[in-house]
C-alpha cells in the first residue's frame, strides 16, 4: 500500500473546530514511525474539478467568498482543497497501475456537492478521482455520516455505483435514509455494533460484485468508532480490521480516501484497518 500526504494539508485550522489538523497529524506520526514513505500530490487541475463541480462553486471557493459555518473561507483554503483533490487523484493513479494507493490528506470531501459545498468539505475528492479515470467504479462509503455530495454527483450515472454504510435519523446531513437507481444507502442507527455493521457491510460488498467495477474507490471515516466525538456506531478498534480484510476480499483494484475520524485512537484504529 502506497500512502499520499503532504505536510501542507496541516497548515490551516479553524480554532475549536473538529476538522483539524491534528487529527491527520496523528495518522501521518504513526505510519512515519513505522517507516512508510509518502508521496506528495500535485494540485488538482481546474478542468478535473469542473468535471464534477460547477464554475461558481470553484470561484467561491478559490476567492474565498462564501460563509458556511462548518465549512469556512479560511485563507488559502482553495489551495489546500487542490492539493486534497490532488490526493485522492494520486491514489487512484497508484491503485489503476496495480499498487493500493491511500490519500490521508484534508480536507474531506464527500460532503461536497456539485453545486455546494459544506460539512468540512470543499471539493469532492473520491468524485474528482473516479470522474477523471472515467472507469467503470464501485465507491464504498464508509464514515459515519452520509455522502450526500457523492450521492448527488453520481446519482444515475450508470458507470457509478455509490454504496453507504451511515448513521441515519436527527444526524447530519440528513440524507440517504433510501436507495434508488445506482445509489444504495444502508441507513443505520446509533451504536449498533460491530455484527450489525459488518452484516450490513457484507450485504454491500454482494452488490459491488454483482455490479463488477473495473475500479473501487473507498471513501473511508474512523468516524463509526464508539469513542469518536462527532460520530458514533459503536465499533471497536478491532472491528476495522475486519472491515479492512472484508474489503480486500473483493480482490478489485482499490483506493482509499480518508473522510472523518475525529477520535485520538485514530493511529489504532488506522493499524488494524491497513492490517
Do not use: W
Not at 499520499?4 to 476538522?19: D, Q, T, W
Not at 450508470?158 to 445509489?183: A, C, K, M, Q, T
Request: with cysteine; proline share 6%; glycine share 12%.
Amino acid at each position: 500500500m502506497r500512502f499520499v500526504f503532504s505536510e501542507k494539508c496541516l497548515e490551516y485550522k479553524s480554532p475549536g473546530h473538529p476538522e483539524s489538523p491534528e487529527r491527520v497529524e496523528l495518522i501521518y506520526g504513526f505510519l512515519k514511525s513505522k517507516g512508510v514513505e509518502f508521496e506528495k500530490p500535485p494540485a488538482c487541475k481546474e478542468e478535473d474539478i469542473l468535471r464534477v463541480h460547477t464554475k461558481e462553486l470553484l470561484e467561491k471557493v478559490k476567492g474565498e467568498n462564501f460563509f458556511d459555518p462548518d465549512t469556512p473561507a479560511l485563507s488559502g483554503i482553495y489551495e489546500h482543497a487542490r492539493k486534497s483533490a490532488g490526493g485522492a487523484v494520486l491514489a487512484a493513479e497508484v491503485s489503476a497501475a496495480g499498487d493500493t494507493g491511500f490519500s490521508i490528506m484534508r480536507p474531506p470531501g464527500h460532503h461536497a456537492t456539485r453545486g455546494s459545498l459544506g460539512g468540512f468539505c470543499y471539493f469532492n475528492n473520491m468524485a474528482i478521482a473516479v470522474k477523471k479515470f472515467g472507469k467503470k467504479t464501485a465507491i464504498l462509503d464508509i464514515d459515519c455520516h452520509h455522502g450526500n455530495g457523492t450521492e448527488d454527483i453520481f446519482l444515475g450515472d450508470e458507470d457509478v455505483l455509490y454504496l453507504s454504510l451511515h448513521r441515519y435519523g436527527f444526524f447530519y446531513p440528513g440524507s440517504g435514509g433510501e436507495s434508488r437507481g445506482n445509489i444504495k444507502n444502508y441507513p443505520l442507527s446509533f451504536g449498533i455494533g460491530e455484527n450489525e455493521y459488518l452484516e450490513t457491510l457484507n450485504q454491500a460488498l454482494e452488490e459491488v460484485n454483482k455490479f463488477d467495477p473495473e475500479l473501487v474507490g473507498v471513501s473511508v471515516g474512523f468516524d463509526t468508532y464508539k469513542l469518536d466525538p462527532v460520530g458514533g456506531l459503536g465499533l471497536e478498534i478491532a472491528s476495522y480490521r475486519k472491515i479492512g480484510e472484508l474489503i480486500q476480499e473483493l480482490n478489485r483494484p482499490t483506493f482509499y480516501v480518508l473522510e472523518g475520524g475525529y477520535s485520538p485512537d485514530l493511529p489504532k484504529c488506522m493499524e488494524q484497518f491497513i492490517g
